[in-house]
């Protein structure tokens, strides 16, 4: 596969009940990043990793979330004890060098649309 | 924290018809890029702008940096179908990460 692969695409759960959502980048790629877009607005920063190394998780937006990247390849975003405002589309990007940045393009994955009944 | 205000949210036109998407920031930008949502699709990048007042086109799309790094415009000239979608930019400030606007979503009518 070519592009950034997500899974699984659709996620429905009951509230507090822990999910996981994966993201398999781009081979090679450095960098991963975990976004989360509601509809009609832009994609909004959580966490990233510069190989396994997870460099920035200030937008995480507490602490019932968390992420991996244990190989420095794929990389898994948990939430705990869900809640309905957790509903949202969970998008993954990766790129092919370190950081964001100077020339720096992110590619996109379809994305994991989670919501919380 | 960094803000990134798009204008218009919406805009309707009329094949063949211009289109302008602004984005500001709050704070000096150190390069913005922009990246186009399909209907039911994902961000795909577009361009980056790193210097002030760089100017770069890419067929009938034409993105402006402005002087002081703190605003960025997309224009489509004469405008076509497969020009739908939103259109989003992203700032970026040293050492932080993407910003992206709310972005404009461009409907373009046969």
């Known amino acids: 596969g070519a592009g950034v692969s997500q899974s699984p695409r659709y996620k429905v759960t009951k509230r507090g009940q822990d999910v996981a959502l994966r993201c398999d980048p781009i081979?090679?790629?450095?960098?991963l990043y975990w976004y989360r877009q509601a509809l009609g607005q832009g994609p909004e920063f959580l966490t990233y990793f510069n190989y396994e190394a997870q460099q920035d998780k200030s937008g995480l937006p507490n602490d019932r979330f968390s992420a991996e990247r244990p190989e420095g390849s794929i990389s898994t975003l948990t939430i705990q004890r869900t809640e309905q405002r957790d509903s949202a589309m969970y998008r993954c990007?990766?790129?092919?060098?370190?950081?964001?940045?100077?020339?720096?393009?992110?590619?996109f994955g379809p994305g994991t649309r989670l919501t919380v009944l | 924290g960094q803000q990134v205000m798009q204008i218009p949210q919406y805009q309707h036109v009329q094949e063949g018809e211009d289109f302008t998407t602004y984005c500001n920031s709050s704070?000096?930008?150190?390069?913005i890029q922009w990246y186009k949502q399909r209907p039911g699709g994902h961000p795909v990048f577009l361009i980056q702008l790193v210097k002030s007042g760089e100017v770069k086109k890419q067929k009938r799309l034409t993105f402006q940096f402005g002087e002081a790094k703190k605003n960025s415009s997309l224009h489509i000239t004469a405008t076509q179908t497969t020009d739908v979608g939103t259109y989003f930019c992203a700032g970026i400030r040293s050492g932080e990460q993407l910003t992206f606007g709310s972005g404009t979503q461009l409907t373009v009518l046969p």
């Open positions: 990007a990766s790129s092919w060098l370190a950081g964001p940045g100077l020339g720096n393009e992110q590619f």
């Open positions: 081979s090679g790629h450095v960098s």
């Open positions: 704070t000096t930008l150190s390069n």
